[in-house]
């Protein structure tokens, strides 16, 4: 596999619902992170474009929390259904403006 071009990094950290904090792996980042597998899989982006799954990126209440790579975008409040748009953004080398991290404190 060549280095590929964009780096996806997709929390889906859980947390114990007793934890008081929420979490991206409970709000649908496990099937984020397989929904751009999908993509890239289907899409034939494998040299191109590489997903991983991390832990918390401490902006838990704003998750499900992404981030790309070289770009350093940081995108909030990710749902499955976005991940096309996302994918096509970064691909295009543009902010998906939409889905910007929103300024905050880190957690
Ligand atoms: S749990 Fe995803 S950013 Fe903290």
Do not use: Q
């Not at 040299?47 to 992404?66: E, I, N, W």
């Not at 953004?89 to 403006?97: K, P, Q």
């Amino acid at each position: 596999m060549p280095r590929p071009e964009i780096h996806l990094i997709v929390c889906v950290n859980d947390r114990d619902p007793a934890a008081g904090k929420p979490c991206c792996g409970g709000r649908r980042g496990h099937d984020l992170y397989r929904r751009f597998k999908d993509l890239i899989r289907t899409g034939g982006l494998r040299d191109r474009v590489l997903v991983s799954r991390s832990g918390c990126l401490r902006h838990c209440s704003r998750g499900a929390t992404v981030v790309a790579w070289p770009s350093h975008h940081w995108y909030g409040g990710v749902e499955p259904e976005d991940a096309a748009e996302l994918l096509e953004s970064e691909l295009a080398g543009r902010e998906l403006e939409r889905l910007r991290m929103p300024p905050g404190p880190w957690e």
